[in-house]
Each structure stands twice: as structure tokens, then as C-alpha cells.
């Protein structure tokens, strides 16, 4: 009568076993990484890696546009609305050109079509970095000297030489090309940390997790999945300066003296 519930339990025991012994084999099958590329030609991802770096930033597209939805609702005037819409599309953007390319990569290795989105998801980083300095230089007052207030524009005008560069050297001088992202993502800083505002530190921290994650962005074929851990590092860098911007820039209740909102 209780033989029943031992053979059982003995079964499920075996089971067991043999499912542990399989992971281990399961595991050491996996093709982890590939091999580091030369200096003039793009790293093969694995299977593993494409699909890591489609989920890393697919999975970011709806709380993004979320996040610019919740800026256009906390708005109170057109300057604010402007900066929220700006500075939301180049988040939207990038996440939506990230996983096209790395889907369309996944899917056809060589086309021309994802050649064409390498450039494009290569452009947004440029297109990112301008956008997410806008609501900043645009509601935020500015040093009175000339360089700081013509920075808002500045910034697109370098967006755009950086675009010509990397299309017309497009995976050609690629050590060059990151540093291009680096200087341009710290040129406009001097300029608008010069007096105190709130969300400087924040500003401070997400881009100290941007250069922690251009390591990883440079490291393919040296650890497994490393542009999906720069993928994360960009998430998390967005996400601590998105953080500032609705805080300090989108209060949900308006600042008493919020005059300088409207000096766009
Ligand atoms: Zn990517």
C-alpha cells in the first residue's frame, strides 16, 4: 500500500539526477563568444550574444516611451514641452534602432540592410548624446557668456560632424570613432556645470556609468555578451539622467519661480 509513494519519490530522484547531469553539458555547449574582430572589420556575435543584445535594449522601448509621455504630461509651458519632446524621441529612437539592427544582424548576417542599420544605430549615439544635454542647455539658466548659451545648438552642430565622420569612416578608424562619443559627450559638460543646479550629480554619475560601459563596448571577443553589458550600462546611465531631468527639470508640482522655464 505505501510501496507506491517510495518508487516514486525514487523515480523523481533519478529524474532529477539526470536533468543535473545535463545542465553542466548544456551548459559547456553553448557558444559563449567568437573571436576578437581585426582593426577594419565588426565582431561576429554568437547566437547567444545576438539574442542577448536584441533583449537588452528591446525590452526598454515601451517603459521609453512611456517615460516621454510622463514629461510631455508633467510640462507647464512650450519650452518644457519642446525639450521633453526632443529629448524623448532621441530615447525612443535609440532603443528602437538598437533592436532593429541587432534583429535584422540576428537574422541576415551580411545584408545590405543591416550595413544600413549598423550606421543608423552608430548615428543615434550621437543623436542620443545631443538629446540628452537639450533639456538641460534649453530650461536649465546658463552662464551668461556666449559659448554656454549657444551650446544647445552646439551640441547638434557636433551630432551632425560626428554623423559625417562615422558614416563616411564607418568601421574604419574604430578607436577613433569612440573617441569621437567620449568628446562629445563631455565637451558640452564645463560649460553648463559652471554654476549650481540641482541634478548636477546625477549628471555627474550617469556619465562616470557611460565611460564605465565604453569598456565593455570595446571589449567583444574578450568577454562573453559584452555589448549587451554596454547595452546595460547605457539603460542604467539613461535611466539615472532621466531620473534628473523629471525631478529637477518636470516637477509634478511647477517651481514658484519657474520664469527661467520659458527662457528657451
Ligand atoms: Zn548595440
Not at 578608424?173 to 569621437?180: D, S, V
Not at 531620473?243 to 516637477?251: D, F, K, R, S
Amino acid at each position: 500500500m505505501f510501496a507506491k509513494p517510495k518508487k516514486y519519490a525514487t523515480e523523481r530522484h533519478t529524474q532529477l539526477q539526470k536533468v543535473k547531469n545535463t545542465l553542466p553539458s548544456f551548459y559547456e555547449t553553448i557558444h559563449w563568444m567568437n573571436q576578437r574582430a581585426s582593426a577594419k572589420e565588426a565582431y561576429r556575435p554568437t547566437e547567444v550574444e545576438h539574442i542577448a543584445n536584441v533583449i537588452t535594449h528591446g525590452i526598454w522601448i515601451a517603459p521609453s516611451i512611456w517615460a516621454t509621455l510622463e514629461l510631455l504630461c508633467r510640462s507647464h509651458n512650450a519650452a518644457q514641452f519642446f525639450s521633453g519632446l526632443v529629448y524623448g524621441a532621441t530615447l525612443v529612437f535609440l532603443f528602437c534602432v538598437s533592436t532593429c539592427f541587432h534583429c535584422v544582424f540576428y537574422r541576415n548576417k551580411q545584408g545590405h540592410l543591416k550595413d544600413a542599420l549598423h550606421r543608423c544605430d552608430r548615428a543615434m549615439i550621437y543623436i542620443f548624446i545631443a538629446g540628452s544635454y537639450f533639456p538641460w542647455l534649453t530650461l536649465q539658466p546658463l552662464p551668461s557668456n556666449c559659448w554656454a548659451s549657444s551650446m544647445k545648438w552646439l551640441v547638434w552642430l557636433l551630432a551632425v560632424l560626428g554623423i559625417i565622420y562615422q558614416q563616411v569612416f564607418h568601421e574604419k578608424y574604430k578607436m577613433l570613432e569612440t573617441i569621437c562619443y567620449v568628446i562629445m559627450s563631455i565637451f558640452p559638460f564645463p560649460f553648463i556645470i559652471q554654476h549650481d543646479f540641482h541634478g548636477k550629480t546625477e549628471l555627474k554619475i550617469g556619465g562616470m556609468v557611460y565611460a564605465l560601459g565604453v569598456i565593455f563596448f570595446k571589449m567583444d571577443g574578450s568577454i562573453p555578451c559584452a555589448h549587451a553589458i554596454w547595452h546595460l550600462f547605457v539603460v542604467m546611465a539613461a535611466a539615472v539622467h532621466y531620473y534628473a531631468i523629471l525631478n529637477y527639470l518636470y516637477p509634478e508640482i511647477p517651481l514658484l519661480d519657474s520664469s527661467y522655464l520659458t527662457n528657451s
